[in-house]
Structure formats: C-alpha cells, structure tokens
C-alpha cells in the first residue's frame, strides 16, 4: 500500500493555509464573480452532502504559483 500524501483540507486549514477569507475561497471558485474568479485556484470537492475539502497537493500548487509569479515581478521591477 501506499503512503498517502494528499490530504483533504476543510475550509478552517485553507483559510489558514492561503491567508483568504471563507467568502474570498469561495469567489475563487465562483466564475460569476468576475472580480474574485481565479482558473487556477484548485476546485473543492464534494466528500458528502454537508461536507467539501480542498485537495492539499492543490492548494500548495497554488501558493507555489503565487510565490512564483510575485517573485518574479519584483525580479523584473528591479530591472527596470
């Protein structure tokens, strides 16, 4: 068997993992909220019919790319 790496996170550990408010999660996987919409943000799932859980390996992704792409404008900031 084996090890299992990906964790299921309820909404309290994103909150506290990505900084974002309840209504701020939400929004990212809303494409109505046109201002809040991110693509990348990574969808919740249904685990039953009270209960949704974000995939761990999913939402560090995320962060990851957020990293990235702040670290690289102020790279090219520098720059100019």
Same mark, same amino acid.
């Given at each position: !068997?084996?090890?299992?790496?990906i964790? !299921?996170l309820?909404?309290? %550990?994103?909150?506290a993992?990505?900084?974002?408010?309840?209504?701020?999660?939400?929004?990212?996987?809303?494409?109505?909220?046109?201002?809040?919409? %991110?693509? %990348?943000f990574?969808?919740?799932?249904?685990l039953?019919?009270n209960?949704v859980?974000?995939p761990?390996?999913g939402?560090?992704?995320?962060? %990851?790319?957020?990293?990235a792409?702040?670290?690289?404008?102020?790279?090219?900031?520098? !720059?100019?």
């Amino acid at each position: !068997m084996e090890n299992i790496s990906i964790r !299921m996170l309820r909404l309290p %550990d994103v909150m506290a993992i990505t900084g974002l408010s309840r209504a701020a999660i939400y929004a990212k996987n809303n494409p109505n909220d046109k201002a809040r919409f %991110d693509a %990348d943000f990574p969808a919740r799932i249904q685990l039953s019919k009270n209960a949704v859980a974000w995939p761990s390996d999913g939402i560090q992704a995320w962060i %990851d790319a957020r990293i990235a792409a702040s670290r690289k404008q102020h790279q090219q900031g520098a !720059m100019a």
